[in-house]
């Protein structure tokens, strides 16, 4: 991985608890603009500075939807009509596909990687891909890429 790395895309179970807490945070302050930092740290539990730290290094997946595209490589089982399940979910939450890339199975095993403009009609983009991982057949699926 190269050193010029700026950006990861991870799991929420892999994220920090204090990092969770201080979308939370941010939450708090977008549905109450009266609210004070220091009223909304003592709700969620985590100190201001925590807050401060780390408020401009995570944000929710789904924040910066609209206009942006995701790359993401699905594992599959070389099974006819699995790569339409797929497709189907991507249709199904109005995400414009931009590319879609087949390798030749190997040893049962087939790799799709499906680039995707995210509109701003999407609903939710994690609940998308967790969608496509819960397919039958469906070995991993992983973002690879986003702008």
Request: glycine share 4%.
């Amino acid at each position: 991985m190269s050193e010029n790395t700026k950006y990861y895309v991870i799991r929420k179970k892999a994220v920090p608890e204090v990092l969770l807490k201080v979308v939370e945070v941010q939450k708090l302050l977008d549905a109450d603009p009266e609210k004070t930092i220091q009223e909304a740290t003592n709700e969620v539990g985590i100190s201001r500075s925590s807050y401060y730290k780390y408020k401009d290094d995570i944000f929710p997946f789904h924040d910066s939807k609209h206009g942006r595209n995701i790359t993401c490589v699905i594992e599959m089982r070389d099974t006819p009509g699995i790569i339409s399940s797929v497709l189907n979910i991507f249709a199904k939450y109005h995400t414009n596909i931009l590319t879609i890339h087949q390798a030749i199975p190997i040893n049962g095993v087939g790799v799709l990687t499906l680039s995707v403009d995210i509109l701003s009609i999407t609903t939710d983009v994690s609940a998308m891909l967790d969608e496509v991982e819960h397919l039958e057949r469906i070995i991993s699926v992983k973002i690879i890429a986003r702008e």
